[in-house]
Nanobody, 124 residues
Framework: QVRLAESGGGLVQPGTSLRLSCAASGLSFNLYTMGWFRQVPGKEREFVAAISRGGNTPIYTESVKGRFTISRDNDKKTVVLQIDSLKPEEAAVYYC?????????????????WGQGTQVTVSS
């Protein structure tokens, strides 16, 4: 059974950093492109970042470039989203997702597996 479990969310102040982790089980992790998404109530789920199965071609949505870093450890079957300089408007539930693929650019609707999400709240 495939499972993705996010952790690391919480209440943080604007401008601070946060490290989100996603632990995968039940899949051949090194064959999967991994992505991070976020969603606020009433809005569609938004792509944030993705990383290829080899970890050498990360991609980001424009608004987070230079502040967010996605990385993965295939031995530990984890993917991490390091968030720096967090903005209030980036408060959301953050999800990780997996798609068996050789490419990094995977349409959101094509991701096979999703975690339950971790809440990030930004408040001073």
């Amino acid at each position: 059974q495939v499972r993705l479990a996010e952790s690391g969310g919480g209440l943080v102040q604007p401008g601070t950093s946060l490290r989100l982790s996603c632990a995968a089980s039940g899949l051949s992790f090194n064959l999967y492109t991994m992505g991070w998404f976020r969603q606020v109530p009433g809005k569609e789920r938004e792509f944030v970042a993705a990383i290829s199965r080899g970890g050498n071609t990360p991609i980001y949505t424009e608004s987070v470039k230079g502040r967010f870093t996605i990385s993965r450890d295939n031995d530990k079957k984890t993917v991490v989203l390091q968030i720096d300089s967090l903005k209030p408007e980036e408060a959301a539930v953050y999800y990780c997702a997996a798609k068996r693929s050789i490419v990094t650019h995977v349409p959101t609707q094509d991701y096979d597996c999703w975690g339950q999400g971790t809440q990030v709240t930004v408040s001073s």
